[in-house]
């Protein structure tokens, strides 16, 4: 049954509590109920912002672009069902000034039909696409896959019915709490597969990159020079926020498209109606 306008507004008095809600999680009984009742069977991977990737083995071979749009534009054209929230929960919820709060979540899948018709609206492919490009225009991060939270607060399913799209922004994000989280639930969360994030030896110490542009604070300072962490999850908003471009991607595998596309399909089925 999905739910209603005012379960709504209570999530987003609640949502300045969810750091402290993750680090809850880090005591084992109760982190084991959160990952079971929110967690279960999730896989959602972070898509690098805003970016054209080089592929090819050396500079003089690199004639191919992608853009992992191409990973969302994938399923959008594959999806039943198509859903544009009318708004952001994450930035309603923290009043955000620096990024549109009208750039709502797009779900995708049969489960969709279920949606409170009061927090959104069914969309067409056109529509979807023009979205996800308003959205990365506006400088926000998409994050694809399969979600159990979301089936919970929007009261909708199966699971395996329901495809999440977050346009994400730094200050606002849910996953902000990341790092706070145990690390089962962590591990729900994952970078572009063949693709990460490296320092090159252009980088001058400035440490721009490790001041509030990571949101998961994945990025530290080492003996003057930026290091990234285990935790990084490829958004690459230090590759654009590096004034000496010190920072880049690395692809270690030319097929990281079909490979992302892969992972995601088996968790959920948006075709079926």
């Known amino acids: 049954m999905s739910r209603p306008l005012w379960f709504v507004e209570m999530l987003k008095r609640s949502f300045p509590g969810r750091f402290q809600f993750a680090r ?28 054209r990737i080089p592929v090819g083995e050396s500079p003089s071979m690199q004639t191919e672009y992608v853009v992992p749009e191409q990973i969302i534009d994938h399923f959008i054209q594959e999806a039943s069902d198509l859903w544009i929230m009318d708004e952001c929960i994450c930035r309603s919820a923290s009043d955000c000034r620096d990024f ?13 039909r279920g ?15 023009a979205h996800v490009e308003r959205a990365r225009r506006a400088g926000l991060v998409h994050l694809i896959g399969r979600n159990k939270l979301d089936t919970v607060w929007l009261g909708v ?4 019915k329901l495809l999440t799209v977050c346009s994400c ?25 063949g693709v990460s994030v490296v320092v090159t030896d252009n980088c001058t110490g400035c440490e721009l990159c490790a001041d509030d542009i990571c949101f998961v604070s994945a990025i530290t300072m080492v003996s003057g020079r930026a290091r990234i962490g285990d935790g990084c999850l490829g958004c690459g908003r230090c590759v654009g926020a590096c004034p000496e471009e010190a920072i880049t ?25």
């Open 249 to 273: 991607f690395n692809v270690e595998d030319n097929e990281f498209i079909q490979s992302t596309i892969n992972r995601i399909s088996p968790l959920v089925d948006v075709r079926s109606l």
């Open 24 to 51: 809850l999680t880090q005591i084992k009984p109760i982190g084991a109920i959160v990952q079971r009742w929110l967690f279960k069977g999730d896989e959602l991977i972070y898509l690098p912002k805003n970016l």
């Open 157 to 160: 399913g199966p699971g395996d």
């Open 169 to 193: 922004c730094p200050c606002c994000c849910l996953w902000r709490m990341h790092p706070e989280l145990n690390a089962g639930i962590r591990a729900a969360l994952q970078r572009i597969p």
């Open 100 to 112: 549109p709060v009208d750039l709502g979540c797009l779900f995708m899948g049969a489960a969709a």
């Open 115 to 129: 949606i409170n018709r009061r927090l959104g609206r069914p969309a067409s492919r056109v529509e979807a696409r």
